[in-house]
């Protein structure tokens, strides 16, 4: 089955520097790659998600990368704010619609946006 | 609003009772699943269903079980609860139809065996 980890398991910021967040999967059949952050007490939200037939996805500030080659995609945050403060869960599925799919999720990444 | 509601929302019980643990949606969904959440280890995936007559075992499924009611409605029971089943439980549903291509997450409920 399909095995994703996830590194740093914490990271601390100043608020305005990046952050980036990586991930490796190991089933090189998977074909979308989600990213959810979870506030302290809520339900992860899914922020960004890419499909295997893309590199890299952008959307204000947050921008996911995938190098399929090499199994690892990686979530850049920019301009951090106190609010990005939340943990980050990357995860992987394959699907033959490209959807979601039994995802499995990487272990999560504490991210502290400090001022 | 369409949404994913998971009920209890916190729950404590005694080891060897029988628990359920519900989860009702309304965004049309074919996909639902059932993660544990612990500290440092993520989302896994206890059991999904893919339609109402789908059910099938994820990689934790080992003193759980599920039932789909209908397809909005999917049952996470754990037959004879013990403590390290102490965890935050989730819902989720997707849309193979692809109108989206994420999970859409309950609310959770936390259940504490003791």
């Known amino acids: 089955g399909e095995n994703v980890e996830q590194h740093p398991s914490t990271l601390s910021v100043q608020e305005g520097d990046s952050a980036v967040i990586k991930c490796t999967y190991s089933?090189?059949?998977?074909?979308?790659f989600p990213w959810y952050k979870q506030e302290l007490g809520k339900r992860p939200q899914l922020i960004i998600d890419?499909?295997?037939?893309?590199g890299e996805k952008k959307d204000q500030r947050i921008a996911v990368t995938l190098n399929k080659t090499a199994k690892h995609f990686s979530l850049h945050i920019t301009e951090t704010q106190p609010e990005d403060s939340a943990v980050y869960f990357c995860?992987?599925?394959?699907?033959?619609?490209?959807?979601?799919?039994?995802?499995?999720f990487g272990t999560g990444t504490r991210l502290q946006v400090t001022l | 609003d369409a949404d994913v509601t998971q009920t209890p929302r916190n729950r404590i019980t005694k080891t060897g009772k029988r628990i359920m643990l519900e989860c009702s949606q309304t965004k049309g969904h074919d996909r639902m699943y059932w993660y544990r959440q612990d500290p440092g280890l993520g989302l896994r995936l206890i059991y999904y269903?893919?339609?109402?007559?789908?059910?099938n075992k994820g990689e934790i499924s080992d003193g759980y079980s599920v039932s789909r009611q209908a397809q909005a409605k999917f049952s996470l029971s754990l037959e004879s609860a013990i403590p390290n089943q102490t965890a935050l439980y989730f819902c989720a549903t997707s849309d193979s139809s692809g109108g989206g291509y994420g999970y859409t997450f309950g609310s959770g409920t936390r259940l504490t065996v003791v």
């Open positions: 269903s893919f339609d109402v007559k789908d059910i």
């Open positions: 089933d090189s059949a998977s074909n979308y």
């Open positions: 995860a992987a599925s394959y699907d033959r619609t490209g959807t979601a799919s039994k995802l499995t």
């Open positions: 890419i499909r295997s037939n893309v």
